[in-house]
């Protein structure tokens, strides 16, 4: 008994010692996947140091009395801080803001911030790699994952657009988001996962074309799916949150909108950005402090190795890394990929990156979900965001997760106070949006072209 009380207390007590971890450095990343299983299983380390206190206490082990003291305030107190983490939704959508949502919606909402374990969603309708445009000189179309509501759901109207986190360059659709996409599904949502493309194939900008591009489809597909126009939201992960809030907030702008896209309308209703970077000048030199490991040309005998072991259980792929100039380091050689250059280099390209840069009145309502932690995104430049926003009079849903860190809605989901928070915040968004009438402010009419959708037998004729 006294192996185990050493072993409950020990482990509560190392674990929870992270949460008051902060990624600061290159070597300082090692820690940052510790760092966050430790949020996910706060509430499970927090239980770990009460069953070791309690056995310390009984078996007179004083290290161990103390060490289970110490898991279990620390996890305790992290659970705590993040769940009762909340946004200000009144001052977004009005007083008496809750009795708004449909009670329709509401049977399958989570009841609180945080459970033990949340009960599983029915099974969603779920249809992977549905081509939604062809490039020109491009061997395959981009595709998306579409999932729709069960059959005993009844649709909201609403869709949900993601583009996946990626960094940019790595990644694709369908990591690490089932359990958000089953949730929003039940309640009668229709998720378009979107694998968009990524450098050193295209640049940020082409992404975003992407990105616009998946939202015209949908418009297109709207009826297929039983979706209101006026009802549709994009969303993502870090770089896919970048992008998201990017083409939320440049639907108007010809010189960022598809050459291809004819005269549709690319407005939406709503944005919800995880942890997306807001401003890309402050995103360069913020990151660049975790990432400044120079890359040299010894580089494939010296890491690869290793790195193509680790990169293929975590589906990356390792292929961008072959284009990266050695002598300079990984965080100049992606943002070369992702802009041209460094920000002295091409400041405009920045400026016009960012999505801070294009807040006016009529952005549409926004939900920014954020780690207070983030070792990769500077959480002052997205408290920024949300600061233009309520000054523009735009609905803003700003919410901090203490002592979080990045990805924090991808590891263990269903166990995380994190992530179970940021869905709590995220349903009840898209509830109240579909009970708002959208404007953009600038009475535009609605078209949709006929050469993308689905049913017409010449979707092969699709151009960029």
Sequence with gaps: MKKLAYLFAVLSAQLSALHFYRVRSARGTILAAPKMLAGALA???????????????ALRLPFALGAGLFGLVASGRYVWRVVTAAGDFEAAFGPNYQDRIPRLRQAHMLGGRWTWWPAKPPEPRWQQDIPFWTIPGREQPLVCDIWQPPDDISPSGLAFIYLHGSGWHYLDKDKGTRPLFRHLAAQGHVIMDVAYRLCPETNWRGMLADAKRAIAWMKANAARYGVDQRHIVIAGGSAGGHLALLAAYTAQRVDLRPADSGDVDL??????SWYGPTDMRVYYGYAGQKFDTIVRHDRRQTTDQVNEWVYSHLGIDMAPMAAWQPGISVQDNMMRALFGGIPVEVPDEYRLGSPLTHVDPYCPP????????DFIVCTEAVRLLADRLRQAGVPVVHV???????????????????AQAA??????????????RPTNGRNITVTVPRLITLDEPTREKMVI
């Design 423 to 436: 869905l709590y915040e995220t349903e009840r968004f898209l509830a109240l949006l579909t009970t708002r």
């Design 267 to 272: 407005s939406v209703c709503g944005v919800v």
């Design 400 to 418: 901090e997760y203490p002592q979080t860190d990045h990805a924090f809605d991808l590891i263990l989901p269903r166990l995380s106070p994190a």
């Design 43 to 57: 509430p499970y380390l927090a239980l770990l140091g009460l069953l070791g206190a309690g056995l310390g206490l």
């Design 366 to 373: 926004t939900l920014l979900l954020q780690g207070v932690d």
